[in-house]
């Protein structure tokens, strides 16, 4: 007992040593603190190495404050804006590009260098240096001394879009035979579309490289367009010559084809037989949209075709000639609008389209070129055309042929069919000799369909000015035992 309550007396003596040499430390601590600050060295927090700590005695707090130095932090940074002067171009046009760096950051910088460097679709070539404002160093490259904080620079130039090479194509050919046919030809005296871009970047001392773009689509000219089609199964015999120039936007065609309908078998190997039996069809259909002119003729489930035919198309006009005999179904369209690429904007200036079932000679011209081969105008939008047809045959006809809004002739029915007509758009000029005789019409098409159409013959003719005058005259229900000519 006496030994425990000894040892526990020394421990409490040391424990009271213990805490008066604590005390005592923290007491001197605080008369240091009184008397000096922490300097950035001897801070206890790693973090606030350029900060002020202080102790205020009389609220007890530890103070903290920023330097100076930290609201004036110096930093250097651009912009860059690349604009085209427009988004849609076509070979051989202008473009202007503005080049606009500014320099955001609140301090200088110095050897700013601006690069232009272009990117265009597959092998068209380059782009051509017309001017710039400032004149660039060698290539498209300018350099600067400095460009001060909150100003900017502007970069202006022009350039012209590449030409591509004149395309010229020509073919001659001929066939003859017994069997199966089937031809599809497209011809265009346009290219495709590309894309050029243009890319800028610009640097300096201070900053790193930056970059923006602007893109510019070209995109073809107005163009003409020529497809042809056939097929079928029998004897077939055709001439053809195309030549078409991109220079002019210009493509001709030539066609004789002589066709008649018969089943066909082809042996093949191993003792089988590849059996046809598809009456003939042939179609040619071209468009000018330098000048706005629409053109087709088109045969179906014909028994036989016997044409010769015409198309010409080039910046100046287009021409139709058709000499045709058939046995089936025909169609001959014209459609004269005035150029625009904006079809809601075009306005019909002449507009014919013909249709006949049975068997039919078809002799007619349509020419916006005018008489003496050069069209005229009566305004800027506006191009003559003149029509001469001759048509005969027995079966279903039917014709609608309209100059503006102005005038319009028209007839159909079915039975003996016979006209000759005669139009000129620039002098308001519709003349016509027909003879209309009904009769119901049966004519078998295919295998099996037979059409059986009996429609009495209407005929009309008139000239108008909205508002101020009208003339015309109109014929209906020319039946049996009737017929008109006039």
Known sequence: MHNRFRLKGDFLARLALACFLIIGSVLATNDFVEDH???STTSIFPELDNATLSYDKDSEDLQHSAPSSMEECSFATLTVKKTASKNLT????????IIEIKNVGNVAVH???????????GDQGSVEFVCADPEPEAGYTWCFDSLASGRSLKISYVVKVPVRKELEFGMEEGVSGSGFVKVD??????????VIKNFVYVSSDETPTISNCAIVTVVPGLNADLATYEHGSGRYDSEELISLKSENSSIKMDKYAS??????????????????SSRWTGEACAKNRVTGASMSESY????????????????????????SEFEGMGHIGFLKTSPSTDAIQSSRNFESREDYVGSF????????YGCHGEYLSTNDDTYSVDSDKAVSGFGFAS?????????????????????????????????????????????????????????AWKEGIYSRNRGLSFIGEEYRGVTIGHRLRK
Not at 111 to 121: G, K, L, P, S, Y
Not at 300 to 323: F, H, P, T, W, Y
Request: proline content about 1%.
């Open 111 to 121: 050897n700013v260098e601006v690069t232009d460097v272009f990117h265009i679709d």
């Open 300 to 323: 179906r489930q014909a028994s036989s075709i016997n044409r010769e035919s015409q198309m010409k198309l080039d910046v100046n006009g287009s021409v139709m000639e058709i000499d």
């Open 361 to 368: 000679r078809v002799r007619e011209r349509i020419d916006e």
């Open 259 to 276: 066709s008649t309908f018969e089943p066909t078998s082809i042996g093949l190997y191993n003792n089988r037989t590849l059996n046809f």
């Open 90 to 97: 076509a070979d051989g046009e202008e473009i202007k590009y």
């Open 399 to 455: 014709e609608d042929k309209k100059v503006r809004d102005s005038q319009r002739t028209y007839e159909y029915g079915t039975g003996s069919y016979e006209s000759e007509e005669l139009i000129r758009t620039h002098t308001n000029y519709i003349a016509k000799d027909l003879s209309l005789v009904y009769a119901p019409v049966n004519l078998s098409l295919t295998d099996d369909f037979v059409l059986n159409q009996s429609t």
């Open 37 to 39: 600050e922490f300097n």
């Open 185 to 194: 030809n497209d011809y265009s005296s346009t290219f495709d579309s590309y």
